[in-house]
DNA sequence: TTGAAAGCGATACCAA
DNA sequence: TTGGTATCGCTTTCAA
């Protein structure tokens, strides 16, 4: 910037503001500094305005999985409705394991983001105390959590279960068996299955058989695998009712080289309304989640943050029953 | 930092030792700097350090779309191969336009990377003299440029399709559509049309017909519509080359509908060996792409680069035939 | 093994 | 409309 400064003989601090656009100094004087910067290939330093300034201009994201349309989904959608606001995001994944969420946030918290946003609502104890001592805003998402440390975009896992058990009781279905990773690794796998068992037990139905597809993240792999390991037997099973879209895909698949009839002998939801979903054939029964909305709204969200609101928000975005041909 | 420093009455030079672990520092004082500086909730400020050291301890990822598997996964592997390094990564998204890319790369270089990586070889004037410019290492990926900026890890696109219509052409199939985005939104969807002709004109066959499917990024849905628009008449090519998994499954599934036998009607082909090219039933002949190791292959260079290594390096990961049922 | 001083490149604040 | 000065929190360098 000095040099800048000295190649149009005016100090640093003009140049420094003419280079943010700062409306007092000549428009001339900006126009010409503007275009003698570019030309020596001046780059402006971000790092030291954050510095400076002490607003670094990021936001953080802790994902799970960047390898997950849905969260990808999310991602996309708070990286485009931010676009041109001057906000990078700082992307973490912690490949469903809440200590390598503890230690992502110790790292990205070094980088003064203006604000973190979560997915999920359970944290290690450390993860919160961290959160709380770093008073900056922090926004949970793709879940609602009893408590949550501040803003919250999401939906209810057990709810949106709720009303596929629902809606296969009502089509006569009574013996159900829920397919998924076990307990433990992948929160929103858990909560999708408690969904489907409180759901199920609410309508009197007899216990739900839990079938466990291997550690998150489970994908088509290993709903085929499932499939292979138990053989025609599970369809003594009125619906297998499956944590996601992928798994839910690799058990239709397998079924039907096993020749059973889908949904006739069984039927076969998923959940996340994944591309997979609708292309499929027979297209899959799944719940609807509004992946893009959650980035977005995170997105207004922090815009309100930005512009002064203090608030916390809590923002359900829902999620919808979307029937498809295997149910 | 002073603050820790008053608290363990030492000066803030020793705790910035202590908490980098110099090993001058001695050892019990470095234990109690660090559990005091704990206890008292200090956060290590990156930014500070980044601008002390004019180190950012970032690289700069560009990526064409985040919610594609075969790219998110490049991104896993170059983010998992690097946990612990104390890199963190920077992730942009270009949504395929190349003027996107260099907004995108002039907003990141502000922040000073100690790298760039880029996907694909073709970048605007402006983004190239940047890249120069900037006087970091450039990694392009996913590419082999022929006249690259710096580092590159990729793979022949044409050559890959190479392999898919020699493979045709042994069959026995003469007459083949390319379908695909039309040219120009996504240099790697082109580099693969040409491919095809390239390896057509060489076998003498006809000439190929290009069957558009819309801007990048294209997906199942497009595949889908493509044979929905053309009709069973689709069945009078002999094979129909897509430009990826998703666009062939779409077209695979479509053409099922029709009643159009597949492979013996007509032979479909994808590109990326995504899971949906496994886990379709029947499954998909596709040309395998290696990009979690691309991933790796590209935090092997950082390291490399980090650890001095200067002369630009040139890796190709290379493609393979992947038979399926489909042809 | 520890400490003092200087400075990274921008901007807030005050002055002209 | 423009400029001077101090300073953000850390680390390099030199000294003790």
Not at 23 to 31: F, G, I, L, Q, S
Not at 207 to 234: C, N, T, W, Y
Request: net charge neutral; hydrophobic share 45%.
């Amino acid at each position: 910037m000095r040099d800048v400064a000295r190649a149009v003989e005016m100090s640093p601090m003009t140049v420094s503001r003419a280079l943010r656009g700062d409306e007092t100094v000549n428009e001339k004087t900006r126009d010409r500094i503007r275009r003698v910067a570019a030309d020596l290939g001046y780059v402006y330093d971000s790092t030291a305005q954050a510095f400076r300034t002490q607003k670094s201009g990021f936001v953080a994201v802790v994902l799970p999985s960047i390898n997950n349309a849905n969260f990808a989904e999310t991602f996309r959608g708070l990286s485009d409705a931010l676009t041109g606001s001057g906000v990078q995001l700082l992307l973490g994944s912690t490949n469903y394991r809440l200590e390598k969420e503890e230690e992502l946030v110790g790292q990205l918290l070094t980088r003064n983001p203006e604000a973190i946003v979560l997915t999920g609502g359970h944290h290690t104890d450390v993860t919160r105390k961290l959160l709380e001592n770093a008073k900056i805003p922090v926004i949970e998402i793709w879940d609602l959590p009893p408590d949550p440390v501040g803003h919250v975009v999401g939906f209810s896992n057990a709810d949106a279960m709720s009303l596929i058990v629902q809606h296969l009781v009502r089509q006569g279905r009574r013996k159900l068996a829920f397919v998924g990773a076990a307990a433990g690794s992948d929160m929103r796998g858990v909560a999708r299955r408690d969904g489907v068992i409180a759901a199920a037990t609410a309508l009197d139905l007899t216990q739900v058989a839990q079938i466990d597809a291997g550690p998150a993240p489970v994908s088509m792999r290993h709903g085929a695998e499932v499939v292979v390991k138990l053989g025609p037997a599970i369809a003594t099973y009125d619906a297998l009712v499956c944590v996601s879209d992928p798994v839910a895909f690799g058990v239709l698949n397998e079924c039907r080289r096993l020749g059973i009839k889908i949904p006739d002998d069984v039927a076969i939801t998923g959940f996340g309304h994944f591309e997979i979903a609708a292309v499929s054939s027979p297209r899959l029964t799944t719940a609807g989640v509004h992946a893009n909305k959650i980035g977005r709204k995170v997105a207004g969200v922090l815009q309100d943050i930005f512009a002064g609101e203090t608030s916390a928000q809590w923002i359900d975005v829902g999620s919808e029953l979307v029937l498809g041909e295997t149910s």
